[in-house]
C-alpha cells in the first residue's frame, strides 16, 4: 500500500478523534525494529526517519506488549510517545494506541490536551487498526501475486532458451542474466568442476565479479568456500538473510578477493548423482528472499542440469 494512502487515512483517524498526530508503525523487514510507515499531524515536528524499539517510548510499550494504551495525563518526564522532536513531546498531554490485530505494528494518536480520550475511543479506535491492518494484507497480497506473475514470465522464457540459443555460451550467458533481473541478485554466475574434481572455475558470470580479470581464470581448490562446500556436500546454502552473519570473502574462500558479498545462494546441479556444477546468486546487501523466489530459483537450476546433462560439455564437467 503506498504511504500517501495511508497518511489519508491517519489523517482522517485524527479527525474523528480530535487528536493532535496519528501516527503508524510496521515492522523493519531487515531489523526487529518498526519503522514510520505513515502519519498525520497539525504540526511538523513528526521525525519521519523514527525508528521504534520494542519497549522504547509509548509506542515501543504496545509494539513490546502487544496491549492498547491510554494515558490521558501522563508525566512527560517519564514517558514519552517516542516519535517527535524533544521539544514537541513536552507539549503531548494524552496519548492513545493499539496494537494492529495482525500483530505486526501499532496505531498512536496523541493530543496537547488532558483528559481527551475514553475507553470508547479505545474501542473505536481498535476498529480502524483492523482496517489497515487488512488494507495492508491486501496490499501485501497484491504485491505477492505480480511478483508470481513476474516470475512466472520469466520462467516461460528461460524454458525457451534452448530453442532460441542451442550454443551452450550464448545459453549461459542470458541465463544468467535472466536469472539476476527476476530475483534482483547482482550477480549471477556458475561454478564447474574441474576435469580432475580437484578445483572448481567460473564457467561463466552475468557480470565481472574480480576486478582483476585474470581472476577469473584462476581455478579454486574444490573444499574451498562457501562453493566447495557444496560441492562436496551435494546440497544447497542460502545465507544472509535479515541481517545474519556476513559471508564476505567466504564464497571462494577465506585467501581470494572478492566483493564483499552479504547475501549468497549456492545450489547444486546434480547430474548423474554427483555435483557437477554449483549455481551461484550473490548480493552485496542483505536480501529477504521469498518463498517464490526460492522455488523459482530451484526450477530455474533444474533446467539448467538439465540443459548440461544433454550436453556435450557434461563430459568436461565430469
Avoid at 498525520?40 to 515536528?45: A, E, I, P, R, T
Avoid at 524499539?53 to 517519564?78: E, V
Avoid at 483492523?130 to 488494507?135: P, V
Wanted: some cysteine.
Amino acid at each position: 500500500m503506498g504511504t500517501d494512502s495511508l497518511d489519508k487515512i491517519l489523517g482522517i483517524v485524527c479527525s474523528v478523534f480530535d487528536a493532535y498526530s496519528s501516527v503508524l508503525f510496521l515492522p523493519d523487514e531487515n531489523s526487529k525494529d518498526y519503522y514510520l510507515a505513515a502519519k498525520f499531524s497539525l504540526g511538523d515536528k513528526i521525525r519521519a526517519d523514527t525508528v521504534i524499539s520494542p519497549g522504547k517510548g509509548l509506542a515501543g510499550w504496545i509494539l513490546r506488549n502487544r496491549k492498547p494504551l491510554l494515558i490521558n495525563n501522563f508525566d512527560r518526564k517519564r514517558s514519552r510517545p517516542g516519535y517527535y522532536d524533544s521539544d514537541e513531546e513536552k507539549k503531548i498531554k494524552a496519548f492513545m494506541g493499539c496494537p494492529l490485530r495482525s500483530g505486526d505494528g501499532a496505531l498512536c494518536l496523541d493530543s496537547k490536551r488532558t483528559y481527551c480520550f475514553s475507553d470508547k475511543d479505545q474501542k473505536i479506535l481498535d476498529l480502524f487498526s483492523g482496517l489497515i491492518a487488512e488494507m495492508c494484507a491486501g496490499a501485501l497480497r497484491d504485491e505477492q501475486s505480480l511478483t508470481e506473475q513476474r516470475l512466472y514470465a520469466s520462467l516461460k522464457v528461460i524454458y525457451g532458451l534452448r530453442k532460441q540459443f542451442p550454443r551452450w555460451p550464448a545459453f549461459l550467458r542470458r541465463f544468467l542474466e535472466l536469472l539476476s533481473n527476476a530475483t534482483g541478485f547482482e550477480h549471477c554466475f556458475l561454478a564447474a568442476r574441474g576435469e580432475r574434481g580437484k578445483s572448481y572455475f567460473l564457467e561463466g558470470q552475468n557480470q565481472d565479479i574480480f576486478s582483476d580479470k585474470k581472476q577469473h581464470k584462476l581455478k579454486f581448490p574444490i573444499k574451498s568456500g562457501l562453493i566447495g562446500w557444496v560441492f562436496n556436500n551435494d546440497a544447497p546454502v542460502c545465507t544472509g538473510e535479515k541481517g545474519s552473519r556476513s559471508t564476505e570473502k567466504f564464497v571462494f574462500g577465506k585467501n581470494v578477493e572478492s566483493p564483499p558479498f552479504k547475501s549468497v545462494v549456492c545450489l547444486p546441479l546434480i547430474i548423474h548423482k554427483r555435483t557437477r556444477g554449483v549455481l551461484v546468486l550473490a548480493h552485496k546487501s542483505p536480501i529477504d528472499i521469498p518463498p517464490e523466489i526460492k522455488v523459482f530459483m530451484e526450477m530455474a537450476a533444474d533446467h539448467l542440469g538439465l540443459f548440461l546433462e544433454n550436453l556435450y560439455l557434461k563430459n568436461r564437467l565430469t
